[in-house]
């Protein structure tokens, strides 16, 4: 369906599907109006963000003060999901918005953004298979609030007391607005690549990453810690056949021992794909 439309209460988005094709049960609708569409967000030229250009490009955009919020439906009642949001402008300072689940929120400055984004782990849909989800800007001197993009993955319940782990194939919803007027689904489309490794792990300082990639292709590879937080961020362009392997720097802004998590972003003309792993970091 197509979603170049100015931002309307309850307006939804049904009968999407991913980019092989096949029909998923995911909707969004609209539930509390935004206040309108924003378009001026980072263009690099040559889609090198995390999203294609024309994807950061549009944004749904909020004045300071306002907010909105966004049903995501026909979820699976068997799965726990994990939110990741994106939104860039060119305008330069404090341009936070957040993003609130459950009573949980998460904080993303899309000031000249073109790859930082924020998740929220481990959300329950409730008993309808629903999530609600508050859009607003972030701080009292916000400029205003954007969202850009969403990424929806469902991944099986962790056992209980275990921090919930990030899925390494998702499914995802995009609500990615711009010059393809698409919204759609995704699925993990890295599935036939080797595994993602990464040693030492658990480590006490730096640690290699072994991305498996193909020959002269381009990956983005960002570390979150479990707040979803995005603490490294960086592109690695040319890569080999086969296994790479890529030093990740020890000035890493690690803020401890615990558990963090690597994604490595794989773009195939112009679709997403994602493998992530979890580290531990030992003091």
């Known amino acids: 369906m197509a979603t170049r439309v100015v931002p309307q209460q309850g307006y939804t988005w049904n009968n999407l599907y991913d980019e092989l094709g096949l029909p998923v049960n995911t909707n969004m609708a609209i539930t509390r109006v935004f206040d309108g569409l924003y378009s001026a967000g980072v263009q690099t030229g040559n889609n090198s963000g995390i999203f294609p250009d024309k994807v950061m490009f549009d944004s749904y955009g909020l004045f300071p003060g306002d907010s909105a919020a966004l049903k995501i439906g026909g979820l699976n009642l068997s799965q726990v999901y994990n939110f ?3 939104g860039s402008t060119t305008v330069w300072g404090d341009v936070n918005t957040s993003f609130t689940i459950n009573g949980r929120s998460a904080l ?3 000031s000249v953004n073109s790859t930082g984004t924020v998740t929220l782990y481990g959300v329950v849909p409730d008993a309808n298979g629903e999530v609600s989800i508050g859009v607003a ?3 009292s001197t916000s400029q205003f609030g954007l969202l850009g993009a969403l990424i929806v993955g469902g991944y099986n319940s962790p056992v209980s007391g275990q921090a919930p782990a990030v899925p390494g194939n998702t499914r995802a919803v995009s609500t990615a607005r711009g ?22 792990n658990p480590f006490t300082q730096g640690f290699t990453l072994v991305v498996p990639a193909k020959a002269g292709s381009t990956i983005q590879v960002l570390i979150y810690d479990v707040s979803g937080r995005v603490i490294y961020g960086n592109k690695f362009s040319n890569l080999n056949e086969g296994d790479n392997y890529l030093p990740i720097s020890t000035n890493v802004n690690f803020a401890g021992s615990g558990v963090y998590f690597v994604r490595v972003i794989y773009p195939e003309n112009g679709i997403f794909s994602n493998k992530v792993i979890k580290l531990i970091k030992k003091l």
């Open 108 to 110: 993303l400055n899309t």
């Open 137 to 139: 800007p972030g701080t």
């Open 84 to 86: 990741t949001f994106f």
């Open 179 to 200: 010059n393809s007027g698409a919204l759609f689904a995704q699925t993990d489309t890295t599935a036939a690549l080797q595994e993602l490794k990464a040693f030492p």
